[in-house]
């Protein structure tokens, strides 16, 4: 039997300050989205990941990389979204063996009406509590830990926005 490479004290409280983060983050920004249109964070981004996407349109295992789901997950969730009329299903024009989800122009302006919102409560939760280091900081270390767990993510392929 190995013994465990035990965390230092340094280690153990990074790692106990980003449990607390992970844990109270997405019940956090879930609260205000089920208040305003009863969705999820996880609904918010599926629609969030469309409306970026060109055409609104995303096969159904990209839209499951980019929001870090399984495709049994994300194929639930967008059944949700189809009987609100926000996302329609399709086959891919190029190959039929793939599934599109494309959002709808009522699950764009569902998206339209919930961002103010939800981005005004991102940036209570998160940034309104940090400086410019803090969030180059943030973006660094997230996509440090990202690589480790998912070194295909699309996060880590996006370019930077500048503003």
Not at 64 to 73: F, G, I, M
Not at 103 to 122: F, K, W
């Amino acid at each position: 039997m190995t013994s465990a490479r035990w965390l230092d004290p340094e280690e153990r409280q990074a790692w106990l300050a980003l449990l607390a983060v992970t844990t109270l983050l997405p019940g956090n920004l879930d609260g205000a989205l089920q208040r305003e249109a009863k969705v999820t964070l996880f609904d918010y981004n599926v629609l969030a990941m469309l409306s970026e996407a060109e055409d609104r349109s995303l096969p159904m295992s990209e839209l499951a990389s980019r929001t870090y789901s399984s495709l049994s997950r994300l194929s639930h969730v967008v059944k949700k979204l189809e009987l609100r009329g926000w996302v329609k299903r399709s086959p891919c024009a190029e190959d039929a063996r793939v599934t599109m989800a494309t959002l709808t122009e009522d699950g764009y302006s569902a998206i339209e009406q919930l961002a103010p919102a939800h981005v005004e409560s991102v940036r209570d939760a998160v940034f309104d509590g940090l400086d410019h280091k803090d969030i180059a900081d943030l973006e660094r270390l997230g996509k440090k830990i990202v690589q480790r767990l998912e070194p295909s993510s699309w996060v880590l392929r996006e370019p930077r926005i500048n503003s």
